[in-house]
Every structure is written in structure tokens, then in C-alpha cells.
């Protein structure tokens, strides 16, 4: 990799925006390509996806990178743009920073032997996306119940990234919280915070909680739970698709099930473009290190 | 005042169904006038306002409990409901629990000799609501600004019953927090508490700040303040009308400010319900002892 | 006030000490009489007390100032100092910062007419002493108790600036709460922070606590309530003297009961040192102000 | 292992005694040899070590369970015990609970195919009483630091079991933590609950903090490191020996080092006691399920 001075973003979302600010701050140029129906961004230069290929030392793509028509992901753009052999020529020989590697493959496996790194598979963007997934998590409760958190009785299934933190805040915002986990060590950690204690394995009924988290990307709220489960709780699914709830019972059962996903993205694009460049700077400094 | 077996609900909004149904888990008798848009409600009883009146050992009313054209506050009623000289007769001898005692009274001056009892004005009404109110405030702040708590930096101006609260919740979700207040015993607590502290009387400029939460019954960010004020800092308005900030400058200057009024209503209205249950039923402990 | 450029310190523990080092980081001239016992203070300028009484623009006397002989209460001087005629002479016309100022003109009824200030009278001083007040006494718990604070169940009597503090600490840090105050609007204040509410008036028995602390200078803790007081509970009494536990009753019926005062100056003496530092300075901005 | 309805406690220090207590607080027979010391302990069984031996169905030897000379750790008994051929006999077929059982086969190799059960070994053991070994680390810090924690800046090498807890106390506690760690999951989890960040391998130097507590078994705090560190900074090991500090080199260096060992045994012996009984009988629902 060489020396970089400037880096080009290649659409995305609002996260793209404060990503780049971001970058800018810390004084490198920055060029960014897909965003025609801004105006303008303050101090950022908006240009044309080629000018900003040709120009930019380093490119980055957004989560995700491109669709699935193999367009860039480009919500500010009124037109899809797709990667042609001309834009390969400008990029191939520079860092490119991508979401989800195989996807973009997919999409263009010219790039195969180009300089990819992928920021998203980095366990480092697991955990740092954790803090606005949780906070996330926590507005989303806000909005949907309608009493306070605050003396409320919550439960968290899993005890994961996002099981972690989001049980530490609920806690100290004066929840009365349950953490459901699996393993032995997870249970005692749960049991040292100070936290109620379930087990996964033996859930089989959920009764005397408002609120319910579930972060196991599993089903594990199926129809014998969900008949096992009150009425009046709210269940807040943060599992990945297909997630961990049947909502077609819960409907049935009268219990109120909402789906909460990318919540960085939705909830806090400047934390999360923040934690975009924290770890494509911190992929920078061990390639050179 | 009697023994109380039964209560009518006179009106109100969800906070009065609530209220309603945490009564009824005290099992006391609940009848409910005033929300014939609903079907059902479970077990409590919706009927007529007269009946209600007539069959209920006390009546309560919501906040507010009338409306400018003297008519109950009746949000889930299709037609607006006057007190008669009928429902006079039914309800003078009875304890009768309202909101804004004068308003009420103008309204109903026939009932100044009646045992009315104003629960918006004891000050456990104001200080249980500030919970919900400084909950309702980070709701607020968490879907309006676009980052994370945990992270900000944060400014409170006022260090009464709200400030007390959010500044507390602010600092437990991780945000800096710095405290605005004006008597020498308020600013040595917020120092005795690590918040940082600034002097209200003293503020000439409000800069680094990511959001700022008013909750001074006064002008503060006027003119003069909110030219000094950083455009990218968010200001969520708690005091009540006419509210502390000019809305006008602030959005020539592209700051970015929200009025957040009536939050526990919004935003937690079981809470909110059963804060009036609380405050109601310690007025008949206190009649009683 | 003239202009003070240099501070003379005149006996007192290791809070003077803490306190001199503290305005000597601010860069003024700090000399201290009444020190023989130690050999050096770092940078700190040790000489006895006339030539500190003549040299120092302002003079600033400890915790107590004066003991019951009327000698200055200087625990690291082999012997008892008096302040005499020529003393007088030398400091009569200087800002004399003391605290008791009853005791200290007792003693020294000739410099009534002084420029005296008397720092413990301050609101801010009690207010930023509870922090190490509340500190210290959970380090007392912590030493007494046998089993962890998280986990625990905590009783706090009284609800003024250290019962504030303290309940927050204990709870942050895993126990139980419950508060008991007397006025309606602490006990507001306590339910709407989540804690669990106990009415003073009321407080007919404890049962069901591993540890207490009293904070109210009444004796709340007699006979009666001794009785109705599990065994196994540890009594801390931070009220001062009297205090609020008859120790000989609790002693015949098997309570720990630990007396725990002057808790700043013992356990955070570099904190109660920077406190008096904080509260003189501030007497100072308001008399030049 | 056959159904157990009375436990043999074999010596130890208080924890036995509160493991006793807890364990006869679950309606089981509880007898306590090894404690001639004591008069009566309330309800439990004091008696010889033969008696316990012979006439319990499960035996538990304390942390450690023998001593260097293989005399069973009986600090509350006048005389050392020896395991005999008939103490063999008495409890090889009994199911035996022991700690660090290498020391103790060593001493009995004789048991080498009984039922043994090393609680000491389970990771929840050692999860469990990071918690009392936190706290009792704070103890230490508040009884040496003549400062508050409130306020106080600090550094915690390490982020294992112990870490995350102490971090999490000393942050709610009121200062400013940063922690070190090496691992670039830990250092993510450590951004993103908030805290200052170092890595334990360019820790070149300490400075700019109050106190230091080192977790990590390996000799960080060398001559080269110390010799970068503050004079004024307090070091708190709670490494298990050799530890991580040269304590002769930071003597020299005028920093304040302190060793602190078994916290759990020492400062909350009734919750190690209690730890001790969850495991055991974590153990014994394994062994039958």
C-alpha cells in the first residue's frame, strides 16, 4: 500500500457523509462520487464517480457495497451506476475498502486480484458497531413501550456483543434486567454483574417482563415460546434475518413483536460512519506497521 | 370523605386508561366515561359519562381535565361533553380529582364548594413526572441527534427536578455532561457529582457541545447566546411555553432546535397514568390519617 | 482584600498539607508554621509561625482551628502554640480564613474586628465534603462487611446532601437501596430514582437489611428500634455527635454498630484539603467581585 | 453420587463457616470439624473431624485444602490434622470437594480414585470471584489513596475477568479509567464501553495517573517502566505471585506499591463462602443430570 493523501467514497448513505467528514478532519482530501441529490456538504468535494476513481489514492465503498443488481449502493444518487472496465482500470491497482467481499466479487470478479480489504469482516467493526446497535436497541424500546425503562423488567436472550452492552445500559437507565445465555461462563459472568439468570436452553415459558431483546440469530421464539409468553410484552428482534421470532404467531397471539435491524446505520449514521473509518485506519496501520 | 369502593374516569387519554387499569389491579371498581372510540379495554367498564357519574364513589378527571370551551378533555370521544346541572347534583357530594384547579373552576364555578382535590398541584405530581419527562428527553435526543449518547458531549441548563434526573441518565449512558446552574448550592452538587459546571448567569457562548437540553422557564438562548452557539450542536427545549429558546434566530443560524413539551403523556403514558394513581391515592392516605 | 500573592498556613493535619500543596500548584507563595515534626514537604516552604504570620498576605487556620486549650491545633508540632500580642500585630490586618469562628473567637476574643472568614460556614463546604463523606463511608462498609456491596441490601436514614450521594454510590455499585426520609417531597424524589422508600416517621423496624447508615443527628436508633433490628445487621452512624444509635443497647442485643465521623479528613485527606482550597478561593472571587 | 442430605465441612476460615451457614440455610445437616476454636457458631454442628467424617454424605475441604506439610488448612483449630488410614476409609466412597487438587493428591495419594471434585478448577469459580476480588481491590485503593476514587484517574492493566468488573466499579464510582490490554477484541470492547484505551505491549510509560491496578501475572511494571512512572502514582497488584511489579525497584523509585492477594478470602469472606456453595452445587446437578 502506498502512502495515501486522499480518499475517494463511492456512495452509501448518510453513514458515507460523516465518514468522510470524518476522514476530512483529520486532513486528507476527500472526493466523494454518488451523491447528485445533495446540493452540497459543507466543506466536502461532491464530484462524479470517474473524476473521484481517478483522482482518490484509496476508495471505499458503503455497507453494503453494491446491490443486488451489482449497482453501487448509491441512495443519494438518482441513477444506478455500475463498475465498468474503464473504472477498473483507475482502481485495480489502489486500496479499495468494501463491505460483505463476496457479494462485490460477485458483482465484479475482475477485482478478484485487486488490493480489497474487507472492513466489514473485521471483528473489530462486530464489536464497535455493538455500542449504537445497543443504544439503538434502547430508542427503539423507548418509542415502542409506553412505559419508562426506568422500572421496567426486561429480558435479554443472548449474551453475545450486543447482549453485553445492551444489558449494562438497560441496568444503569434503572431496568430490573434478566440476561438468558447458554454457556457456563456466560451464565456466571451474568450472575457476577448482578443481572437475573436464565438459560436458553431451558426457556420455555416468558412470563413477567415488559420488554424482551432477543439477539440469537436463531428461532428461538417459536410458537411453544410465544404461547408461553404474556400478552403485554413487547419482543424487540435484533437477530439477523431471518431472526429469531415467528411474528406471523406473536400476531396471533396478540403479543407485539418488531423487527429492529442495522440500527447503526438507522439510528446513528455519524457513530457509525465514525467506526467505518476507525477501522479501515486501524487496517491502514497494520498493513504499513 | 367516604370509604371509596368504585372510581369513574372522567375522559383523558391513554395516560387516564392507564390509570384506569392500575386502579382496577387494585380491585377497586372502575367505571369509564368519555372514550367511546374504543371497543373494549379488557375488564374495565366503558360506559355513558352519567352513569359513570352517578355509580362511582369518586371521580377523576384528566389533565388537563377541560378544555378551553369547557368541555371535558375527551380525545377518544367522537362528540364533546359539557358538565350539567344534572351531573352537578350526581357528583358535588363526592371526591372529585382534577388537574388545574383554576381552569377547572372557571369552567365549573357551581362546583367550588365541592371536595375537589388538584393533583397536578401537589409537588409529587411534578417530581415523579420528571422521570418520565427526562426518559421522554433522551427518547427525544436519541431519534433527533445522529450520533450515540455514549460519546457526546453534553450541556444542561437548569439543575431543578428535570435537570437532577437527566443529567444523572445522561452520564450513566456514557455522554460527557456539563451543568448549568445559578445558586452556590447547585453548582457546588453538580461539582460533588463530577458533572462539569458552568454558571447560567455567565453564559456567553455555548460551543463543543453536541446537544443541549434547556429546562429554564426563561429566554436563555436568546439572540445574544444563540450567536454563540456552535451550528451543529442540537437544542431540545424541556421548559414549559412560552420555552427558553428563540426558535427563529436559532433556525436562521442553522441550529438545529425541538421543543419536547408534555413528554410523560407522549412518551410513557402508563407511567404517567400511574403517577396520577400514585399522587391520588396518597391525598385519600393523607384525608384518611 | 488587598491582592493576595502568598498564603500562610497555619497548623492542622494532613488536609493543610494536601491544601498548601494544592494553592501552591496555582503558583502562589505558600509557607507553614506549625509543621517541626516534618523534615521536608517537597517544594513546600516549612518555617515556623511568626515568621509565617509576617511573611503571608492571608493566613488560613485548620479543621478545627483551635483546640479546647485555645493552643492552635497543630498535630504535627511537638508543642502547643498560642497566638499572642505580637501575633496579633502581625496578622490583624489580613484576610484570617478559620472554621468555627465561635470556638475560634473564643479563644482569641482580640481579633473579633479582623478581616476573619469562616470557610466551614459555607453551604458549598458541607455540600462538597459529603462526596468524601459518602466515599468514606463506603469504604467503612466495605472493611466492616463481610460479604460484598453488590449483592447487598442497604438501608440509608435521611435523605440531606450525604444521603443523596451515598444511596447513588451503593446502588451503582450492586446493592439493594432503600431510602427513608421524612418530607413528601424526598420521598418523591426517592421513588422516582428507583430506590425502595421507607417513611422515618414510621420506621417501627428493620428487618431484612445487612447494613445501615444513619445519617440524621437525631437519635433514631433507641431502645424500641434496637429491639425490632435484625441481629446480623451492621449499623453505620455518620451523624454527628451525639449520634443517631444508642451503642449500648445495640451492643447488649448483638448489632454491629460502628461509629464513623470526620470521614473526609481521615479516609480522603488530599480531597478535603482541595475542598477547603476550592471554598476559600471562592470567598475570595466574591469579595473582589 | 447418591443423593447427599448432610455436608462435612473439613476446616478453613470464615468462608467455611459462611459456606456452612449457606448450606444449612438450604435445609441440609451440616457438621464443621476443625473449628476447636470456636465456642458455638449458632445453629451448625461443631464436632471432631472422625465424627464429621463418618457420619456425612459428602465432605468439603477448604481453599487451600492442605498445607505445605499436608496437614489439613484448619487456621481455627489448636493442633494440625493428618487424613488417616481410617479417615480413608471413612470417606472414600463419599463424594469429596476439594481445592487445587494436585497439592492434595500429593498429600493423600491414597484418594487418587475416590470421588473428588476440584471446585477450584471450574471457570465459574474463578468468574464468580473476580466480583469480591474487584471490589476488595477497590477497598484497598480507597484505605491507601488519600484522594477519592471520585475524580481520580486510573489505569487498569489487564481486561480478563477481573478487568471488566474493576473497570466497570471504578467508572460508576466517579473516575476516569483508562485500561490496557493487548488483544485487538479487547481493545475494541474497551472503546466502545467508553473507556481510555492502552496497549499493554507499547506501554512505555505511566503518567498522569492517581492509581494503577495490574491484573496481569507477568512483570509489566519492570525497572524500565517504573522508571517511566509517576512518583506520586499508587500500583495495586493483584497478580497472582511472582505478580507484576518489582516492588524493590519501585521502592526505590518512591512509588507506592502494594500487593493484594486472595481479596475474596479476606475482604468479603461470607460471598467466597457463598461462591464456594454455587459451585459445588453446580457440580453436584451436573454430576446427576
Do not use: W
Request: charged share 25%; proline share 3%; hydrophobic share 40%.
Amino acid at each position: 500500500m502506498k502512502e495515501i493523501k486522499s480518499f475517494g467514497i463511492a456512495g452509501g448513505d448518510k453513514r458515507q457523509l460523516f465518514l468522510a467528514k470524518s476522514i476530512s478532519d483529520n486532513c486528507y482530501d476527500v472526493q466523494l462520487g454518488g451523491f447528485e441529490k445533495l446540493k452540497s456538504t459543507g466543506s466536502l468535494v461532491l464530484c462524479d464517480m470517474k473524476t473521484m476513481f481517478a483522482e482518490s489514492d484509496a476508495i471505499i465503498f458503503p455497507v453494503p457495497s453494491v446491490r443486488a443488481d451489482h449497482s453501487i449502493n448509491t441512495p443519494f444518487s438518482y441513477e444506478s451506476y455500475y463498475i465498468d472496465n474503464e473504472d477498473i482500470l483507475l482502481i485495480k491497482n489502489k486500496p479499495i475498502f468494501i463491505s460483505m467481499k463476496e457479494n462485490f466479487l460477485r458483482a465484479y470478479p475482475q477485482l478478484q486480484s485487486a488490493e480489497l480489504y474487507d472492513y466489514s469482516a473485521e471483528e473489530e467493526f462486530a464489536i464497535l458497531n455493538a455500542l449504537p446497535t445497543a443504544e439503538g436497541a434502547i430508542e427503539v424500546a423507548m418509542t415502542e413501550y409506553e412505559g419508562t425503562i426506568s422500572g421496567s423488567k426486561t429480558l435479554i436472550v443472548g449474551y453475545g456483543r450486543i447482549g453485553k452492552l445492551l444489558s449494562n445500559k438497560l441496568k444503569v437507565l434503572g431496568s430490573e434486567v434478566t440476561v438468558a445465555a447458554r454457556s457456563k461462563s456466560d451464565l456466571a459472568y451474568i450472575k457476577a454483574l448482578g443481572y437475573g439468570v436464565r438459560n436458553t436452553n431451558q426457556l420455555k415459558s416468558v412470563k413477567g417482563f415488559d420488554m424482551v431483546f432477543n439477539t440469537v440469530p436463531a428461532k428461538i421464539f417459536d410458537k411453544d415460546l410465544l404461547m408461553n409468553t404474556d400478552r403485554n410484552t413487547l419482543i424487540i428482534d435484533l437477530a439477523s434475518l431471518p431472526g429469531g421470532v415467528d411474528f406471523e404467531i406473536a400476531k396471533q397471539n396478540k403479543i407485539d413483536a418488531v423487527r429492529a435491524l442495522s440500527l447503526p446505520g438507522k439510528t446513528s449514521p455519524k457513530t457509525a460512519g465514525e467506526i467505518i473509518k476507525t477501522v479501515i485506519f486501524n487496517i491502514i496501520e497494520e498493513v504499513y506497521r
